[in-house]
């Protein structure tokens, strides 16, 4: 079954600086990735989502990366700001209809 | 926009009472999703169905049922709501890209 790890857990960074959340997925027989945003008490807002067979997506200050043969996915948010802060998930689909969720990064951009 | 909708934000009902929980969507999608999140579990799948009338168990079946009897409508079903089952409930659809709704906190008593 596959498993979806993000690591950290938590990350606090002051306003401006360039960050990058993590993803790992143990099984490489994906059919896409795709990475959200949560904000507290609310559903899940799509931020990009990467097709097997491409390596990046890119919406504004974001960028996903895809390297399926190592099982690793990060998201790179550039020049950050306090509204960036929430919960950013990955989920990995397989060639099925399943999706498999990670737990989480909680993100906080310090004013 | 694709729009996915959940029939109430914040529900409390008592041990025992059956509970639905309908979720509707716009994008003529034929998957759609259950699953509860819950801290530090994340999100877990109750049940999907790819077409009317289909239904497959998730992770966590236990003590839920499902129905489409509609395309644009899945409907989640607690037959005899348990302390447990409080938690936020998300439905989603997708075809390619999995569309949420915002959600239900279901509160047992």
């Known amino acids: 079954k596959q498993e979806v790890t993000q690591i950290p857990a938590a990350l606090s960074v002051p306003e401006g600086e360039n960050l990058v959340l993590n993803c790992s997925f143990t099984?490489?027989?994906?059919?896409?990735l795709q990475w959200f945003r949560q904000d507290p008490g609310k559903g899940l807002t799509s931020l990009l989502l990467?097709?097997?067979?491409?390596r990046e997506q890119t919406s504004g200050r974001l960028n996903a990366s895809l390297d399926k043969s190592s099982g690793r996915s990060t998201l790179y948010i550039a020049a950050s700001q306090p509204g960036d802060s929430a919960t950013y998930l990955c989920?990995?689909?397989?060639?099925?209809?399943?999706?498999?969720f990670g737990t989480g990064t909680s993100l906080t951009v310090i004013p | 926009d694709v729009k996915v909708t959940q029939s109430s934000r914040y529900l409390v009902k008592r041990t025992g009472e059956k509970v639905f929980l309908e979720c509707v969507q716009d994008?003529?999608?034929?998957?759609m999703f259950w699953y509860r999140q819950d801290p530090g579990l994340g999100l877990r799948l109750i049940y999907f169905?790819?077409?009317?009338?289909?239904?497959e168990k998730g992770d966590i079946p236990e003590g839920y049922s499902v129905s489409r009897e509609k395309k644009e409508r899945f409907s989640l079903i607690l037959e005899s709501a348990s302390t447990n089952q409080t938690s936020m409930y998300l439905c989603?659809?997708?075809?390619?890209?999995?569309?949420f709704g915002p959600g239900t906190r279901l509160t047992v008593l």
């Open positions: 099984d490489s027989a994906i059919y896409n």
């Open positions: 989603a659809s997708s075809r390619v890209t999995q569309y």
């Open positions: 989920a990995v689909k397989d060639t099925g209809n399943q999706f498999y």
């Open positions: 169905s790819y077409d009317v009338k289909m239904k």
């Open positions: 990467i097709q097997s067979s491409q």
């Open positions: 994008m003529d999608h034929e998957n």
